[in-house]
């Protein structure tokens, strides 16, 4: 009877990590877009106790921390061209956001790398300010820590993962015109297909018609393109719905989920204003 009961509980474990594998094979995101196995794991792991000390009840899921690129507008190549849209990314820069769950909500850090002192950083910044990220530059650090009714970006993309189903690759990709906080872009070996909210608000998906969507939360590329392409920003900053940022922003050469304009700047600003309101 023991031995029975061993058989059973290795084939409801060997299923389990089998459903497991097939659910992370039907994501098309690849090894350099995932934390734990990207080049930069080994560096940002080392923040694991800064986290815990920010978020002592969080369970941070580390399997789940994707890529954002930023600082890439891939509308204004005006083009659906993989290859190109992939080469645009590979020299985009980029933040690392790592979910965790407390009890009742989700919540995220973003971790950047500093990145040298600009001269447009040098006009909002003070002497002592100006050192700090010079001291910072080249180094991944907490940039932000969120709290938030979004679900994991992975497990978002795990439920669309039928819209996913003809692409071979999915990125993602914050600042884009209409589209501020971060979105999912899908694309198969030759051409961008489709891009999937990841449960923000994103002005340019409202306006397009529903009859139009792929499914809900998934719309195709050329449409979002058509509109996002003659989209004008308004002056206000957005951090999507319901998020609230607890100002753990630091002086780091970058803003943690998005980047306004096309310029990393110093978040300096940002953070004295979270300041201030708090």
Known sequence: MKNILKIMLMMITIFTIAGSAVYAAEIPVS?????????????ISNLQDEMKKEEPDATIDYDKALKVY??????????????????????????WVIPFKMEKTYGMFTVAKGLPLS????????????????????KWMITETAEHTVEPYYD??????EALSDCTRVVLVGSQPGMRQPVALGMDDETARI?????????????IPETQNVESGVYSFDSVAEISDTYI?????????GVQSRSSMKYVAGIGIIVIGSILILSVLKKKKLEDYE
Do not use: F
């Open 156 to 161: 978002i993309l795990l439920e669309k993962r």
């Open 195 to 207: 891009w999937i909210s990841l449960g923000y608000q994103y002005p340019v998906m409202e306006k």
């Open 119 to 138: 001269e447009e950083a040098k006009s909002v910044l003070t002497k002592a300010e100006q050192e700090e990220v010079k001291n910072h530059a080249g």
């Open 70 to 95: 930023v600082d890439c507008n891939l509308i204004k190549l005006q083009t659906a061209d993989t290859k190109k849209l992939t080469s645009a990314l590979e020299s985009a820069n980029y933040v």
């Open 233 to 241: 920003e308004d002056s206000e900053v957005s951090t999507g719905a």
């Open 31 to 43: 090894d350099q877009d995932q934390l734990i196995t990207s080049r930069d794991w080994t560096e």
